[in-house]
């Protein structure tokens, strides 16, 4: 692969990773109520299942979604129903009281962290359909397939990894402004509400859209 069309697809990687989605709002939500440390084990989660989603592509199974309208929409609405329990549970919640350092009180566990970060990704059958329309762009033929998979998803996940870590990293700076106590509920509110933005917005999306 030559250097332009590398940063052609670096480019493109670049604004997948950067548009608003489930990604996004768990990383920033993460990193005001728990801090950077908090988030990046949400990010660990994140990856996991994006490196799951160009394993599937890789195995040649991101056709079966794009093609399979039941296995397309058994995986939409699981997806959509998971963003809807996450709002649902952020919007009533009820965070605990911040300290000195502006921490909030969280007793979730780095196991469950990482979990919530890799279900959030990986039932969106979106992704995986994108994976599956934009990789083959990038391949070569006549050049081994498994280097090149092995190249360009690396290459999708450095930078998405950067890019997650940028929100957490700015979110972290500006939460001294706010974990202030009249901003925890709006800010629960919101972040609810963007959650459940999504998973209406993931149950409404038609295959052929995709």
Not at 173 to 190: R, T
Request: aromatic share 12%; proline share 3%.
């Amino acid at each position: 692969m030559s250097l332009e069309l590398w940063l052609t697809f670096a480019l493109a990687c670049v604004i997948f990773s950067i548009a608003p989605g489930a990604g996004m709002v768990t990383t920033v939500s993460n990193s005001i109520s728990g801090g950077f440390k908090t988030a990046v084990k949400n990010i660990l989660g994140l990856q996991i299942a994006l490196l799951t989603h160009i394993l599937i592509v890789s195995a040649g199974l991101g056709a079966l979604l794009a093609t399979s309208a039941l296995a397309f929409t058994i995986l939409k609405y699981l997806g959509a129903a998971y963003l809807l329990y996450l709002g649902f549970s952020k919007f009533f919640s009820c965070e605990g009281p911040v300290n000195s350092e502006y921490e909030l009180v969280s007793n979730v566990s780095n196991k469950n962290l990482i979990w919530k970060g890799f279900a959030a990704n990986m039932m969106n059958p979106k992704s995986i359909v994108f994976l599956a329309a934009f990789l083959p762009q990038f391949l070569n033929p006549a050049l081994d397939l498994v280097v090149q998979y092995i190249a360009l998803g690396s290459t999708v996940l450095m930078i998405d990894l950067a890019v997650m870590c940028s929100y957490a990293l700015l979110a972290t700076l500006l939460k001294p402004y706010l974990v202030k106590s009249n901003f925890v509920k709006l800010q629960n509110k919101v972040f609810g509400s963007l959650f459940i933005a999504m998973g209406i917005f993931l149950a409404r999306v038609e295959q052929s859209t995709s």
